[in-house]
């Protein structure tokens, strides 16, 4: 499916978005109902878990889902948005289509029915997006070492940084010391997957922080 456009303009906030992305997860056939269970904002794009329940009192039967205890399933559905000359637009994907954003929040995968089939598009996106999820956020003072070397601008590599920060007016963002040069970089959060915490610091002021962090080394 393509891009679908409000042009009358009625989505203009965020209270505005959920209401539609509730009334597009909401909705009946001859035979099922579907609504929404809860939906989730990340970045620009939606995602959702939706429930699909039978009308009567047959159960329902699905070539992809395992039917739940209570005879339903739940799927999950991703709906990019944007604004295009002060309309809002969207597009709508469900997960056995494989789509590309895969950053669901756990809280979203965990409401979802199981998968009949191990190799499908939709067993591939959960992961993607547990593999996102699992990305640690660094503390100030972290020391990292990447999955592999980042090629940075310059063609110079770095692997080993440190988290920390630059201020921008009044606002702290997050940047990278690199530990052979000294150089900070920013670096996504997708360059993040599979780095592991090398050594933290911690503060002189902060003796219960210091036993704790202690008492996991040992």
Not at 1 to 14: E, S
Not at 21 to 33: G, H, N, V
Not at 155 to 163: E, F, L, M, P, R
Request: hydrophobic share 35%.
């Amino acid at each position: 499916m393509g891009w679908l456009f409000y042009t009358d303009r009625r989505v203009q906030t965020y209270a505005d978005e959920k209401a539609e992305i509730t009334r597009l997860c909401t909705f009946e056939t001859d035979t099922r109902r579907t609504t929404l269970v809860k939906a989730s904002k990340v970045g620009s794009t939606w995602y959702a878990a939706a429930k699909v329940e039978s009308l009567y009192a047959a159960p329902l039967e699905d070539r992809t889902y395992v039917i739940d205890k209570d005879g339903s399933f739940t799927f999950g559905a991703v709906f990019l948005t944007r604004i295009d000359d002060g309309c809002w637009g969207y597009k709508d994907m469900e997960e056995s289509a494989g789509p590309c954003e895969s950053r669901a929040p756990l809280s979203i995968l965990n409401l979802l029915s199981e998968l009949k089939d191990p190799d499908s598009y939709a067993h591939a996106w959960r992961q993607r997006c547990r593999d996102w999820a699992a990305i640690p956020d660094y503390a100030e003072g972290d020391k990292i070492k990447l999955v592999a070397p980042v090629t940075l601008s310059d063609g110079s590599t770095c692997q080993i940084v440190t988290a920390t920060h630059y201020r921008r007016g009044s606002q702290k963002r997050r940047c990278y010391r690199i530990e052979e040069t000294g150089s900070l970089v920013r670096l996504s959060k997708a360059s993040l997957a599979g780095s592991k915490l090398i050594s933290r610091e911690i503060a002189e002021s902060s003796a219960v922080l210091a036993e704790f962090f202690a008492g996991q080394g040992a």
